[in-house]
């Protein structure tokens, strides 16, 4: 169990590279492991023959910035021919304080037929779209993707104001008036 | 009526007057320094707390007598600056702002050439210690309100102090904490002059000058240092002196950094046990 007693301070020293591998929250210098944020440091084992790993739990959780291969949970603000942009809000389950800029390029859209993609049947403003980040991009926009059938748009509205439900994995229905709209569906998750 | 501005109450009240009109000044003749419980080496007491400013993702306020400011420190965010090339490494910006009555004399409300060179010295003494790697395409401002200063050098030097504590408040992954500490050389006896050759008495070095002792300073330095590392990341040395007695000034620093790092871990923890009994 975790008290205050195991609590550290950026620079602390932890231990020995030897006896435990850095983890989250730590860094290793030369011999030694410190800590790099303020936090109760744990010492998890997952197996004998393993060094055990050392981490600190942060105090305070620092804002989720997005990071390559990053699942991102975003909405889509524009769309052109090209690509579609959008606020990304939500890091590996974690919020943004902050919303990041992003985009989805068309080739970027689905694995197969990348040729055939039309970004107006993929996405349409205020889609809330489940992304993968596959690049830091651009000075402006981190580059995702959503080509696997688990990404794509995961809720939307209707012209009608309805909310959709998916009944392909690119076409979803309106709850309201039953119109069939077209996106890139992500596959429902159990 | 101009509304833009704040209108003075109704009614005065004669102002607070430091000392007494009879009140003798502090001149370093006197051997003894202006708080004259404390020795050459001696700091004064800090007080430090980590997280009054709710909005800021760290904050900490800090004291030494009369010397008193608060840091927020805001991120990390997106970089929204346009022109801004692509970087893999986080942006760090600090801020350091005089309010108009901090000082002796009414501070403008512009930001000045002063407090423009000191917020830039300021990021070159934190960046070395923040992994600012690990913050790819990402901002971080850190904001220093001076509310009163009772001497620029211990200004200055607790400004590095607090704006580290925020920053590990902030819960942004660092290297170490760095801490800050001032001194200045004071001469106490007669200067060394040419002409009469003999009778020369080295400057003293007095840790943490306050204003009155800093208007007769030779020269002053700061040190932003990181403890457990053991490693300084800046030296603002200005004036004049002699290489040894800037070494030694060093080495004094160095010791006073020790002590400040065991507050700075003190107001760590303390947040730290704060948290727990919220939970």
């Known amino acids: 169990m975790t008290s205050v007693a195991d609590a550290v301070v950026p620079g602390q020293r932890l231990g020995h590279v030897q006896e435990y591998i850095a983890g989250a929250g730590t860094y290793a210098l030369q011999d030694f492991l410190y800590a790099s944020v303020v936090g109760l440091k744990q010492i998890s084992r997952t197996s004998d023959n393993e060094l055990p790993t050392m981490t600190v739990q942060r105090e305070n959780s620092q804002s989720a910035i997005p990071e390559i291969e990053a699942i991102v949970t975003c909405k889509v603000v524009r769309v052109n021919p090209r690509f579609a942009s959008v606020n990304i809000m939500v890091v590996d389950g974690k919020p943004c304080k902050d919303d990041f800029q992003g985009i989805i390029r068309v080739q970027d859209v689905r694995a197969t037929e990348k040729d055939k993609v039309k970004i107006y049947n993929s996405f349409r403003p205020g889609d809330i779209v489940r992304a993968q980040v596959i690049s830091l991009g651009d000075a402006r926009s981190y580059y995702l993707s959503t080509a696997a059938n688990e990404l794509g748009v995961i809720f939307g509205t209707s012209v009608a104001g309805g909310s959709l439900v998916p009944i392909s994995w690119q076409e979803m229905q309106c709850t309201k008036t039953k119109v069939i709209e077209l996106r890139k569906c992500a596959k429902p998750m159990q | ?279």
């Open chain 2, 1 to 279: 009526m101009d509304r833009k501005r704040v209108a003075g109450p109704e009614l005065s009240v004669a102002p607070l007057i430091e000392y007494p009109v009879d009140h003798k000044r502090w001149t370093p003749q006197q051997e003894k320094r202006h708080d004259s419980k404390r020795q050459p080496e001696d700091m004064r007491p800090i007080y430090l707390k980590t997280g009054l400013i709710g909005q800021a993702s760290g904050s900490a306020y800090i004291e030494l007598e009369k010397t008193k400011l608060a840091c927020g420190v805001y991120g990390p965010k997106p970089v929204k600056r346009i022109g801004q090339t692509f970087s893999g490494r986080g942006l760090l910006t600090c801020e350091i702002k005089f309010a108009t009555f901090s000082c002796a004399k009414r501070r403008n409300q512009m930001r000045d050439p002063q407090e423009k060179e000191l917020s830039q010295i300021l990021t070159q003494a934190l960046s070395p210690a923040i992994r600012l790697d690990l913050l790819p395409k990402s901002a971080i401002e850190v904001y220093i309100t001076v509310l009163e200063s009772d001497g620029l050098g211990s200004c200055f030097s607790a400004a590095i102090t607090a704006a580290s504590v925020a920053l590990a408040h902030a819960g942004i992954e660092m290297l170490d904490l760095v801490a800050g500490c001032s001194a200045s050389y004071i001469q106490t006896g007669p200067a060394r002059s040419i002409s009469s050759g003999a009778e020369s008495i080295p400057p003293q070095i007095f840790m943490d000058a306050d204003l009155e002792e800093e208007k007769y300073e030779q020269g002053s330095i700061v040190l932003a240092y990181m403890p457990s590392l053991n490693e300084v990341t800046h030296v603002l040395q200005s004036g004049k002196a002699e290489g040894s007695i800037i070494s030694q000034s060093v080495e004094h620093c160095v010791e006073a950094c020790n002590k400040i790092y065991a507050v700075m871990h003190h107001a760590l923890l303390e947040s730290v046990k704060e948290n727990q009994t919220q939970l």
